[in-house]
């Protein structure tokens, strides 16, 4: 009989404890969460900011944009939203994808569509890099090659040893998975130093770092940047920046964006004035009060005993190493009104399975309390 190895690998994942299944939310917020009739407090969402719950309907704004950019998709709204990001972020050029995992992918293979480019061609990947940004390295006619995570002197090394014409090094901003930030500043300098481009993922860290929320690289420039707005900005899709040159290139062979319709005019109104807020003092005031859930976080985490990943952002994971124990404990989390994740292999490495907890401005402190209360009871 066909394909009946589709229920032998199902079967196989249910005996491991790495079964994926879906939770019907029917309303969630920075703070709370309704799955199957029944709130939660949230410590899963990306909201970071807490946003989400500020959000309003945007009167008289179309709804879908019909066609792919290319065609007739290309709305004002689009241009204005690009237009404000180039400005803020300080590059020559952008596009908006819809989400960030094509961003991060179309954009490996369309770099390296050229196979005659791509034979001359290297990239450098931190070896805890997105799904999105793997996908895309493979997906690519170019030679990948990974290095140890933050490991400066293991990506210097195998710099020095390629004799590639075009080298690229890819690394997240922050990690979404241990919450520790890339060295951006010594990426930049050792892509300066061999003559090689960096591209940032800062999905985690766009709205959330920075004098001015706007993430790791509001400083240092790479030559690829790619910002996501389904976290920090409460809202959908993402937005990849670069010169004028390298845009028009993803305009010509960037498949995800040449064929998908275009990003929605409500969600690109609805984006813009998130980013506005984002930049303003009112951003400002929700980054001041999600860094102090964080240290709060932290604080009493190490009271209790509580062994943390080094993060200090508002992605705080707690590895438990087994796959079982740690859904275990999820589970137990659920059964006293705590709700965050439990991630199991193969989203992290075997044997690293862990609580990841991320901590939001629309947290409050004795929310932060009871959290903590409860992982000391019930790890």
């Not at 703070?31 to 900011?49: P, Q």
């Not at 892509?191 to 770092?209: C, E, R, S």
Request: aromatic share 6%; charged share 20%; hydrophobic share 40%.
């Amino acid at each position: 009989m066909a394909f009946t190895y589709l229920k032998t690998h199902l079967q196989q994942r249910q005996e491991d404890a790495l079964l994926r299944e879906r939770q019907l939310v029917s309303q969630s917020n920075a703070r709370e969460i309704t799955v199957n009739g029944k709130t939660y407090l949230n410590f899963a969402s990306n909201d970071y900011l807490g946003f989400a719950q500020f959000d309003a309907p945007i009167e008289g704004a179309q709804l879908g944009s019909h066609s792919s950019p290319l065609v007739t998709g290309y709305t004002d709204t689009a241009q204005e939203l690009e237009a404000f990001l180039c400005d803020k972020l300080g590059y020559e050029s952008a596009l908006l994808f819809n989400s960030g995992f094509s961003a991060n992918s179309s954009v490996l293979k369309a770099l390296f569509q050229d196979k005659h480019a791509a034979q001359q061609s290297v990239m450098f990947h931190d070896k805890l890099n997105h799904a999105s940004l793997l996908d895309g390295g493979l997906g690519s006619q170019a030679a990948m090659m990974r290095f140890n995570h933050n490991d400066m002197q293991h990506l210097t090394s195998r710099l020095e040893k390629s004799k590639a014409t075009n080298k690229l090094i890819v690394s997240e901003g922050v990690f979404s998975m241990d919450g520790d930030k890339a060295p951006i500043a010594e990426l930049a300098a050792i892509a300066k130093q061999h003559n090689a481009w960096l591209m940032i993922d800062d999905a985690h860290g766009f709205g959330v770092l920075g004098e001015n929320g706007l993430g790791s690289c509001e400083k240092i420039k790479p030559q690829l940047l790619v910002i996501t707005f389904g976290k920090a900005a409460a809202s959908s899709g993402a937005c990849v920046l670069g010169t004028k040159e390298v845009i028009d290139y993803m305009l010509q062979y960037n498949r995800d964006y040449i064929y998908s319709t275009g990003m929605s005019p409500l969600i690109a109104q609805h984006t813009l004035a998130r980013l506005k807020h984002i930049t303003s003092e009112r951003g400002n005031k929700q980054r001041a009060k999600l860094a102090a859930n964080i240290n709060q976080f932290k604080m009493l985490a190490k009271q209790h005993k509580i062994a943390l990943m080094p993060s200090s952002t508002a992605i705080q994971p707690i590895v438990l190493g087994c796959a079982e124990q740690t859904l275990h404990a999820a589970n137990k989390l659920k059964q006293v009104g705590i709700w965050l994740s439990a991630i199991r292999p193969p989203t992290v490495p075997f044997n690293t399975a862990r609580l990841r907890i991320t901590l939001t401005a629309g947290h409050n402190s004795d929310d932060i309390e009871r959290l903590v209360s409860e992982l000391a009871s019930n790890l």
